[in-house]
């Protein structure tokens, strides 16, 4: 990681770069163009990395359906252990006093991570786990990138109108990606589960109506409930509920989704998001040129570790 002070002439060349690359993933032929420039780049700039092909049963539930529940018999101790005691610790911040991080939603909130390097050393070694990585990569066609590590909560209220992510949309910022949601606490229909139409039905949805991600429209627009309707006799979705410790993965492009409507009691969440290394959301500019700045955009978990001292793994998007 850098650590060199940041000059006017990186500012400059980071706001550059950042206008030049920032938005291009509102249509499918910008997410194209953004694609095949920073795959080529890869190519050039990059060894391609050997892919361990474990947990095809969760790759091809993903292939298929755009989600799949993590179980089975083949899950290793270890990773259980992780998942145990991930699910304490995170419990535990709950039962303190916790500081949020600013955000524009008031349906859910996520808390601010830094106060606790232990735990998040924590979640780092359980979501880095070969359970985890080994299928993400192969589903993704490559080591993925970690660019999120939450703790996620959706607080009690009866809103009579529902925005943002409330909403069914697709998430912009890969062509594809894998969430995971580990649930801290049973979480049924009155916790305001997240809701999806499963990869088939979204493929189709997303064709007919041209859909384009981040843009209001008179009709369908990208956070739109009338999605549902797209498809006439199509309007089944899938809810992930269950007990404590369930988890899930979801390819939340592929998969229309929405979730935080009308709790009544709280949901409770430990999140990590896994993307390609040339996503739209997290550009790697610092494969154009590197400095502080470009570092932190294309690898954003590294605000966790700004000192350097958690040796986070899957965190740096480098050459």
Request: with cysteine; charged share 30%.
């Amino acid at each position: 990681m850098m650590t060199r002070k940041t000059t006017f002439f990186d500012k400059a060349i980071f706001y550059f770069l950042n206008k030049l690359f920032g938005k291009r993933y509102k249509t499918p032929l910008s997410r194209k163009i953004h694609k095949r420039f920073f795959k080529l780049l890869q190519k050039k700039t990059q060894q391609k990395i050997a892919l361990d092909h474990k947990g095809q049963d969760l790759v091809h539930k993903l292939s298929e359906k755009g989600w799949a529940e993590v179980k089975g018999q083949d899950l290793a101790q270890d990773f259980l252990r992780l998942k145990k005691d991930s699910i304490a610790a995170a419990l535990n911040i709950f039962d303190g006093s916790f500081e949020t991080n600013a955000t524009l939603k008031t349906y859910l909130k996520n808390i601010d991570l830094k106060q606790y390097p232990e735990q998040v050393q924590l979640f780092n070694r359980f979501f880095t786990h070969p359970n985890f990585v080994d299928p993400i990569s192969n589903y993704l066609g490559e080591k993925p990138l970690l660019t999120e590590l939450k703790i996620l909560y959706s607080p009690p209220n009866e809103m009579q109108t529902y925005s943002g992510s409330q909403l069914f949309h697709s998430d912009f910022d890969d062509d594809k990606l894998v969430k995971i949601f580990v649930l801290l606490d049973e979480v049924g229909q009155d916790s305001g589960p997240t809701e999806l139409i499963e990869k088939k039905e979204t493929s189709l949805i997303i064709e007919k109506i041209k859909y384009n991600w981040g843009v209001k429209r008179k009709k369908f627009s990208s956070h739109d409930d009338a999605l549902l309707d797209v498809l006439e006799g199509e309007d089944n979705y899938v809810t992930l509920k269950g007990p404590r410790g369930t988890v899930f993965c979801v390819d939340t492009v592929s998969c229309l989704h929405r979730g935080s409507r009308n709790p009544k009691k709280v949901r409770k969440i430990l999140y990590a998001n896994f993307c390609t290394r040339t996503s739209f959301r997290n550009t790697p500019l610092n494969w154009l040129i590197k400095n502080n700045l470009t570092l932190h955009k294309s690898s954003p978990l590294l605000n966790l570790d700004p000192e350097g001292k958690l040796n986070l793994k899957l965190i740096e998007n480098v050459q």
